[in-house]
T-cell receptor, first 117, second 111 residues
Framework: GAVVSQHPSWVICKSGTSVKIECRSL??????MFWYRQFPKQSLMLMAT?????????EQGVEKDKFLINHASLTLSTLTVTSAHPEDSSFYIC?????????????FGPGTRLLVL | RKEVEQDPGPFNVPEGATVAFNCTYS??????FFWYRQDCRKEPKLLMS???SGNEDGRFTAQLNRASQYISLLIRDSKLSDSATYLC????????????FGSGTRLQVQP
């Protein structure tokens, strides 16, 4: 199947700093990428959808100025958590849907664990 | 009401048992349905898509009842390696591309 990578796999940072998470599709062109967040024992919650070359569409309740998403190329999307606070600590997962993959399947990255102290 | 509802479990079953999970969804316009598997502290992985006619993949059988807005997953001959959380997933209200995840049903297969 298609491969999606995320970097870093985990990060610990101080409150108030910004953290950038990269999501890459390694063997296909991702026309659409999705960013999810998962708190312990809860389901994945969609944060935003990004299409290459256009602004991301954020879900209700997700602050676009706090969670900056850039999808500058067909293989890379980044999520920047600005001025992180302890309540932003979570498991952030990206997924990608490719132009030629067909169907509705999304391929997930391995996730990034963020801990804000 | 949640868009996708699942019994959180846990389901504790012995090896070799047959176990069934159910899921209901609220959006009657949903077109795509999936079961994903998520291991502890890992990303979800697609287990199988769910088709109206029902489909089988080895020990796994998925069924869809559109009238009742109900999806099921049957696992036969459970293996220890089947222990995981099973996520019911449908395409969401914001169009075909966005997926909505259930909170998952935890399965623990015991020796």
């Amino acid at each position: 199947g298609a491969v999606v990578s995320q970097h870093p796999s985990w990060v610990i940072c101080k409150s108030g700093t910004s953290v950038k998470i990269e999501c890459r599709s390694l063997d296909f062109q991702a026309t659409t990428m999705f960013w999810y967040r998962q708190f312990p024992k809860q389901s994945l919650m969609l944060m935003a959808t990004s299409n290459e070359g256009s602004k991301a569409t954020y879900e209700q309740g997700v602050e676009k100025d706090k969670f900056l998403i850039n999808h500058a190329s067909l293989t890379l999307s980044t999520l920047t958590v600005t001025s992180a606070h302890p309540e932003d600590s979570s498991f952030y997962i990206c997924s990608a849907r490719g132009r030629d993959l067909g169907g509705e399947t999304q391929y997930f990255g391995p996730g990034t664990r963020l801990l804000v102290l | 009401r949640k868009e996708v509802e699942q019994d959180p479990g846990p389901f504790n079953v012995p090896e070799g048992a047959t176990v069934a999970f159910n899921c209901t969804y609220s959006n009657s316009a949903s077109q795509s349905f999936f079961w994903y598997r998520q291991d502890c502290r890992k990303e979800p992985k697609l287990l199988m898509s769910v088709y109206s006619s029902g489909n089988e993949d080895g020990r796994f059988t998925a069924q869809l009842n559109r009238a009742s807005q109900y999806i099921s997953l049957l696992i036969r001959d459970s293996k220890l390696s089947d222990s995981a959380t099973y996520l019911c997933v449908v395409n969401g209200r914001r169009g075909r591309r966005a997926l909505t995840f259930g909170s998952g049903t935890r399965l623990q297969v015991q020796p």
